[in-house]
């Protein structure tokens, strides 16, 4: 099977998770915009924007095989080990720590035309 030579990893506030289901489903059932919708408090400072990266990597293939028993990824700090299937990321390592609490990593395949233009 061939795997994807690169991904962008986005590592993530654990609030910034995607809500795109839990909105369609209050729309469906008419419950959007009722009270209980969380509204952002004005007084409350701003840590980082909904749904942005505190931090971008774009990672490579290593040809290696992960303890995860995944396809190994390194670049820009960032080692992991991503099921390519899925795109889920297995084991993940951090300027060599794993992941503060707090944050979580999506994965983005990287578009073969983009790394062709480089």
């Not at 795109?20 to 915009?33: C, K, N, P, V, W």
Request: hydrophobic share 40%; glycine share 10%; aromatic share 4%.
């Amino acid at each position: 099977m061939s795997h994807p030579q690169s991904y962008e990893i986005l590592l993530v506030p654990r609030f910034a998770e995607d809500t795109t289901e839990a909105e369609d489903t209050a729309a469906a059932e008419g419950t959007a915009g009722t009270a209980d919708a969380a509204e952002p408090d004005a007084a409350e400072p701003d840590i980082a924007e909904p749904g942005g990266a505190v931090r971008s990597a774009v990672v490579s293939a290593t040809g290696q095989t992960g303890a995860s028993g995944y396809p190994r990824y390194s670049g820009e700090g960032i080692v992991a080990d991503i099921d390519p299937a899925t795109h889920a990321v297995e084991a993940l390592l951090v300027d060599g720590a794993e992941l503060a609490f707090g944050l979580s990593a999506r994965v983005k395949e990287r578009d073969a035309e983009r790394e062709s233009d480089r």
